[in-house]
């Protein structure tokens, strides 16, 4: 994504973020091999009930995996993101992110901290639907800019004042 590129309108809070397509993609396949191995198993007459348990068990292994792979997506609302990771979830206040990137070539989004770090957003990925993921990031730079520049205000102050 380029820095030369129009800024994007927010969207609505809250909006989640995946890829979609991708998500379909991993859950189906998971599912039609599962079925698979696991019918083909059970009409094996000459495997023992453990060697048909142990084809299962690594059928449904596999499914898991193909699950957890389906897992990343971006949670926005009006107090930051929820980055949900293949095996971590973190959530952000919109002032902790600095900058939202997807340059050319990029696996998926990453986000500058303000701690100095870069954090990878899985949830927004170009693999498959590329125009959609750009859309994505745009709009979640448009809210982290949007956001993350609000003057923080005091807990001891009621609202509409600062």
């Known amino acids: 994504m380029s820095s030369s590129a129009p800024a994007a309108r927010p969207p609505t809070l809250p909006v989640t973020f995946r890829p979609t397509r991708t998500r379909i993609v991993l859950l189906t396949v998971g599912a039609v091999m599962f079925a698979t191995v696991t019918a083909i198993t059970l009409m094996l007459d000459r495997l023992s009930p453990p060697e048909k348990a142990s084809f299962v068990f690594t059928a449904l292994l596999f499914f898991g995996v193909l699950a957890l ?3 990343p997506k971006v949670v926005a609302d009006d107090d930051g993101v929820t980055v949900v990771n293949l095996t971590r979830t973190r959530r952000l206040a919109w002032a902790e992110i600095l900058r939202v990137n997807l340059r050319s070539g990029d696996p998926w989004v990453f986000l500058d901290l303000s701690d100095g770090t870069s954090l990878p957003v899985l949830g927004i990925q170009p693999g498959i639907a590329k125009a ?3 859309d994505d990031a745009r709009a979640l730079r448009a809210l982290a800019e949007m956001l993350g520049t609000r003057p923080e205000v005091d ?5 509409g004042e600062r």
Do not use: D
């Open 132 to 134: 959609r993921a750009i």
């Open 69 to 71: 792979l389906s897992r």
């Open 155 to 159: 807990p001891g102050t009621r609202p």
